[in-house]
T-cell receptor, first 112, second 116 residues
């Protein structure tokens, strides 16, 4: 089992719709969770961090964390073609370390 | 505030040649990371520094890779000799401090290495 799992996609959504990106992690003691956006040929850009169970909203983005289910998600409301990118989930604090472990990313395509 | 700076942005070399990458982290960030990212994969940690100390180099292929961060600020990652399989994007990232898991890390633009 991979430590951080994401569906590679592509996930295609129409413009204006809600895009839902999911991530599961294997180490129950993981403490912090991050979403990065990576455009083709560019480096990852941090868009959200979440540390506690529940929802965290920032503009059109909402991160959701459920530690009991070992699940973290990212919702993008009113999706725009400019949101088309790969979204990487990262987990920190597994096994008592300060190591960030990344998933392989989900490719999102927002169709105009 | 300036972000993480890396150079060069692109490098093409022949196999068995040496190559070096340079990184300057965000000012005030004590923790510096080197990652390697292959196409279609997430970044994989090579080495993590806390100030001058390499605190996690378990994934660094030490037979050919080396890194240093002599003054606790900028860092250099070297490969000697390079192999075809080393072709990847090498990313540098930094965070304020790593005394807890609640630290956000920020990436530089990366160096795309092609080994022919």
């Amino acid at each position: 089992q991979k430590e951080v799992e994401q569906n590679s996609g592509p996930l295609s959504v129409p413009e204006g719709a809600i895009a839902s990106l999911n991530c599961t992690y294997s180490d129950r003691v993981s403490q912090s969770f991050f979403w990065y956006r990576q455009y083709s040929g560019k480096s990852p850009e941090l868009i959200m961090s979440i540390y506690s169970n529940g929802d965290k909203e920032d503009g059109r983005f909402t991160a959701q964390l459920n530690k009991a289910s070992q699940y973290v998600s990212l919702l993008i409301r009113d999706s725009q073609p400019s949101d088309s990118a790969t979204y990487l989930c990262a987990v920190n604090g597994a096994s008592g370390t300060y190591k960030y472990i990344f998933g392989t990313g989900t490719r999102l395509k927002v169709l105009a | 505030e300036a972000g993480v700076v890396q150079s060069p942005r692109y490098k093409i070399i022949e196999k068995k040649q040496p190559v070096a990458f340079w990184c300057n982290p965000i000012s005030g960030h004590n923790t510096l990371y080197w990652y390697r990212q292959n196409l279609g994969q997430g970044p994989e940690l090579l080495i993590r520094y806390e100030n001058e100390e390499a605190v996690d180099d378990s994934q660094l292929p030490k037979d050919r890779f080396s890194a240093e961060r002599l003054k606790g600020v900028d860092s250099t990652l070297k490969i000697q000799p390079a192999e075809l399989g080393d072709s990847a994007v090498y990313l540098c990232a930094s965070s304020f401090r790593q005394t807890s898991s609640y630290n956000e890390q920020f990436f530089g633009p990366g160096t795309r290495l092609t080994v022919l």
